[in-house]
Structure formats: C-alpha cells, structure tokens
C-alpha cells in the first residue's frame, strides 16, 4: 500500500520565500496528466496557502520533474524570479544530481561510465537505450558504482551527467540490471506499492536568489529494502 503525499504528510526538506523542495512519495504525480489525478504541485500549493494563510491563487513553478514510481527530491518555485534562474540551472546541468537504485542482477563492473543514445517510444511511454547513435535518438550519460551488496540486491550511486526520458532506468536495463520493481524495464516482478527502487537522493545547487550553495538530501523510503541500505 503506497502512501501518496497530502498537505499534512508533506516531506518538506528545503523552505524559504522562494523556492521549496520536498521528498517525493511512490505514486506522487509532479504535475497533471491525463490520469486527472491531483499532482503535487497542486499538494504543495494547498500546503503553501495553509501554512502561510494566503489568500488567492497561490504562484508554484514546477522546475523539474521524477517519474511516477520513483521517489526523492523535487523543487519548486515560489517565485517567478526563482522559477525562470532555476530553468536556466537545470537546463544547462548546473546541477548535481545523486540517484540511488536497487536492482537484483550485479552489473560486470563495480563502477563505470555508461555511454547510450537514447530514442524515446511515445506510444508505450519508454525509451530503448542503444550503443550506437539511431535515427532520433539523444545522447545520455551517466556514471554508477555499486555501494552495497545486500542479500539478493546491489545498492548502486548514479550520477547523471544528461537527462533524457526515464534515462537511468533503460540504461541500467541495457546492461542487464534492472531496477528491483520496473516491469517496464524488464524487471521480472513488480513491488507492492507500485513503485520501482529508484530515488533521487541528491542534489547540489545555487540558490537562484541568494546564491549560496545548497545540497540536499533525500531519507530513502521507509521499506524493507530501503532499509537494508
């Protein structure tokens, strides 16, 4: 049984007048689709406007986003000056981002550099990571090592060096390690929350206002797993 985010059990790691990050959930969307259910821009917002007792509409921009079974860090901005620096910031990979994922089968070597072009497949929402450039395709680059050895899983640190479509999760799948959960990624079963081990446990920024270095950590869900890391 997932746990989704509401206003009152928001993870809240970072908050300030313009900016605010949170720890997101297995199943949080971080802004609306089609599914029509409620996204957590949309949390935040009832969050923002309780705790601050706003009137109106409140003002969030949604910088980035994380899929919807993977869990850990996203931010918002709280003002339209913060929202358009940190476009800029994450747009020229201005930041430092650290992923922790789980998967069963041990990759060939304990840390590497992995080099794919990427060519997303709209229809079935994935993307097929090849070795060689393809019509279409993006370049996608990322390094990993693995940092524990579990009973019957392999903790692994990723850092992401571009940020193609569901990049870490078919580049993984490529070298024949999927991510504990992610049937669409040839994992052999799903979890029970819905939910894949992937979370985004790092991230390393200039504050688009103030200018100080920020890193924020994400705590990995409360799941057995999880908890063996």
């Not at 009137?55 to 949604?62: A, H, T």
């Not at 579990?150 to 390690?177: C, D, K, P, V």
């Not at 079963?189 to 206002?209: E, M, Q, T, Y």
């Not at 100080?212 to 705590?219: F, R, V, Y």
């Amino acid at each position: 049984m997932k746990i989704t985010s509401n206003k009152n059990n928001l993870q809240v790691l970072h908050e300030d007048n313009h900016i605010i990050v949170v720890n997101k959930r297995v199943g949080d969307i971080v802004q609306g689709d089609k599914t029509g259910d409620k996204p957590l821009s949309e949390i935040v917002k009832e969050y923002i406007k309780d705790k601050y007792n706003k009137p109106g509409e409140v003002f969030l921009g949604v910088v980035h986003r994380l899929d919807r079974p993977t869990t850990g860090i996203v931010v918002f901005a709280r003002t339209s000056k913060a929202l358009t620096r940190l476009n800029e910031l994450f747009k020229n990979r201005e930041t430092q981002k650290t992923y922790w994922a789980i998967v069963k089968n041990k990759p060939a070597k304990s840390e590497d550099n992995l080099i794919h072009f990427l060519k997303r497949n709209e229809k079935n929402n994935t993307s097929k990571a090849h070795l060689k450039e393809v019509p279409d395709s993006k370049l996608a680059s990322l390094d990993y090592k693995v940092f524990k050895e579990l009973n019957n899983y392999f903790a692994l640190e990723i850092n992401l060096h571009t940020g193609r479509h569901h990049q870490i999760r078919a580049q993984l799948s490529a070298i024949g390690s999927p991510i504990k959960g992610d049937l669409k990624y040839g994992f052999d079963r799903s979890n029970p929350d819905g939910g894949i081990h992937l979370h985004a446990r790092k991230l390393v920024f200039i504050h688009p206002v103030s200018k100080e270095s920020l890193e924020i950590i994400a705590a990995v869900p409360n799941e057995v797993v999880w908890n063996a890391v």
